[in-house]
């Protein structure tokens, strides 16, 4: 009987570790992704720029680049500043922002890319995605995996404490994701890539089972292990289904909706996968993420990010036209407006003050 296996686009390194950024030059060097050192590092113009002074010297044959925004002009201008260069690889160092226009610009030019991310506030930092600002609004662009990622735990504790707590509401909505998926397995009979279900569900529930917080260095590595094993389940099954379900359509529609106040990613993740659950009937499950979010600092209800309770059924509402296609819970139940006041209110007692 022939043995079959699959190939898995993953990253050749994943370091993880107090003082991570310092081995940079060794790491690459040792893996053979940049013999010459010869690398394009992309920096934002604020956490990048302040590491640069400290990351240099590891890293002499390196150009840098500074990126302006997150938008598609900035990553295409980005690859044609770097274009013909005749780099080893591509460097993205800051936030998520950077790393998505490096991401972009690595893949244009035909080049690896190394993410080394500044915060945890989302599961792009290992993703086959790329999320840019266009003219239309936002659009997200399907690019390779990054080569290598490298997280120092120093630098991540260094972070604004909102941007990592928005990478456990991204984390934790796996948990919520997965349910869609097998939802739309049992109705619609679309298939589940096993593997990128395990992953993501594992992930997903690390985060949600951990007693530790941000501030401490055993959470942070589960928390930056789940957003990798996220981003590597959406290369598994070729999409964004594991990572994304009711909870990121919700987010989706807050975004589109109200582009000026929309809240960090993660925070609308996991506010979304909260409700999602006891929408589908996970009353318990529902309370308990509410819970875990809560002692992290994240919101459970609308009101802890500027928004009504209003404006929040008019996102729930809007949310299935986000993303065409996808089957959700959302999409399972087909809930008016008053069928998504009433089970609001519900859910609201459920979950407590």
Request: with cysteine; proline share 6%.
């Amino acid at each position: 009987m022939p043995v079959l296996t699959r190939l898995i686009p993953s990253p050749v390194v994943v370091d993880i570790r107090a003082g991570a950024l310092d081995d940079l030059g060794c790491v690459l060097a040792d893996e053979r992704i940049s013999h010459s050192g010869k690398l394009a590092v992309a920096v934002s113009g604020g956490s990048g720029a302040r590491l640069r002074e400290r990351v240099a010297p590891s890293l002499p044959g390196a150009d840098w680049f500074e990126v302006g925004g997150g938008t598609l002009d900035d990553a295409i201008k980005l690859a044609g500043a770097m274009k013909g260069g005749h780099y080893d690889a591509v460097v993205g160092l800051g936030g998520g922002k950077i790393i998505d226009c490096a991401k972009f610009a690595a893949a244009r030019i035909g080049l690896p890319l190394v993410a080394v991310p500044t915060n945890l506030a989302h599961d792009g930092l290992c993703s086959p995605v790329a999320t840019l600002d266009n003219d239309a609004g936002r659009g997200s662009y399907g690019v390779p995996n990054p080569i290598a990622v490298v997280i120092d735990l120093d630098v991540i504790r260094a972070a604004p404490a909102r941007f990592v707590r928005a990478g456990i509401g991204d984390a934790v909505s796996n948990v919520s994701a997965i349910a869609d998926w097998e939802l739309a397995n049992r109705v619609k009979g679309e298939r589940i890539d096993g593997l990128a279900a395990a992953m993501a569900r594992q992930a997903g529930e690390a985060v949600l089972r951990h007693p530790g917080g941000i501030g401490d260095n055993e959470f942070l590595q589960v928390l930056a292990e789940a957003l990798v094993l996220s981003g590597i389940a959406m290369s598994v099954s070729g999409d964004s289904r594991p990572s994304s379900g009711a909870c990121h359509e919700i987010n989706h529609a807050f975004d589109l909706l109200f582009p000026e106040r929309a809240a960090a990613h993660g925070e609308q993740c996991g506010l979304g996968a909260a409700f999602a659950m006891y929408l589908r009937g996970a009353h318990e499950e529902s309370a308990h993420m509410a819970g875990v979010l809560r002692r992290h600092g994240l919101p459970v209800l609308p009101e802890e990010i500027g928004f009504t309770p209003e404006e929040f059924f008019r996102a729930v509402e809007f949310a299935p036209q986000t993303r065409p296609g996808r089957y959700t819970i959302l999409e399972h139940l087909a809930l008016n407006p008053d069928q998504i006041k009433d089970l609001y209110a519900d859910y609201v007692k459920a979950i407590g003050s």
